[in-house]
């Protein structure tokens, strides 16, 4: 859907960042119309906006070095989704490793834990939707968090993800089904 | 379309009332006001910032310490071959004058404890010194008769060296 919107924008994207010259408009223009998703795709996984805020620049700065090695063999889009998925992957993985350690010094962990997985804005059940899914392993969450708010076939998300659509399917289908009865548990 | 379509119809069989739950959720979160405004300022000068040679300059600096080391280990060895070169041709003049002060029987003291006989036999053969000299140290070349010498000399010598001294 953003594919199709943005198409003409990528090609000017891509063709601005070619140049020295004209990278840096360019990447200005990446940025103006990859922020909001970015943001949002990466805020749902980390769940502070600071988090969120870490994550999108090393995202960005990545896609800035990189840009010029972009072959255009996937959409922009999904070379940027790439990113930003591996960012916050790696960002939970190292605060996870904190937790764990925090874990050996006792009393310390469940502070963490409050502090890491505060509550998104939203209603009371959009709230208690965001709190089921902390509770799902963060891969898992990143499949979801794709194809319930972003609207991603299968397909794309093979792409951006390595992996099969046999295996994104049932990694969705048990996400949302384990969201459903924490949700049903909770009222 | 479809593709959305299709999401929501696969989320009505799997979980009805996550699919309703879907209707009323933000598809976008919202940052603090302002935040996008200087985003693409932030990254660009982070980028700028890693991108400009700081590495540069530290391998430039590097290489300046390089060079000064490269030269002050020049300048060394330069320094040690030109000391040993005079001392080698121009000794100190004062090992001469301390010699000098010595008398005879020191000096002989000296060689006599500090020679041997294959510096001897090197003296001999450079006829530096003679057999009986009387500046050799008495005891380590004995008097031997003729005979004798030749006799040593049949045993340590190979018969051309023999051939070409008799």
Redesign the interface.
Known sequence: MQAILTLSTDDQILALVQSADTKERGFRLLVSTYQQPLYTLIRRMVRTHEDADDVLQECLIKAYRGIGRFEGKSKLYTWLYRIATNEALTFLKKRQRRAEDALEDEGQAGVYYLRAEPPLDGNDLQRKLERAMTQLPDKQRLVFNLRYFEEMSYKEMGVLLQTSVGALKASYHHAVKKVEAILKAEM | MK??D??QQE?EE??P??AR??Q?????????PG??DS??D???E??MA??KPPLNVVWHRRRSVRQWKTWLAVAAAALLVLSVSLYVFYPPAHSEESLAGLSDAEARAYIEGNIDEFSISLMLEAELVQTGDPALPAGIIPDLEEEEVEEYLYEILEDEELEELF
């Open positions: 593709d959305r299709d999401i989320l799997l979980a009332d996550l739950l879907r009323s959720v933000p598809r976008e979160l919202a940052p603090p935040y996008f985003l693409a932030r990254v660009l982070q980028a890693e991108d």
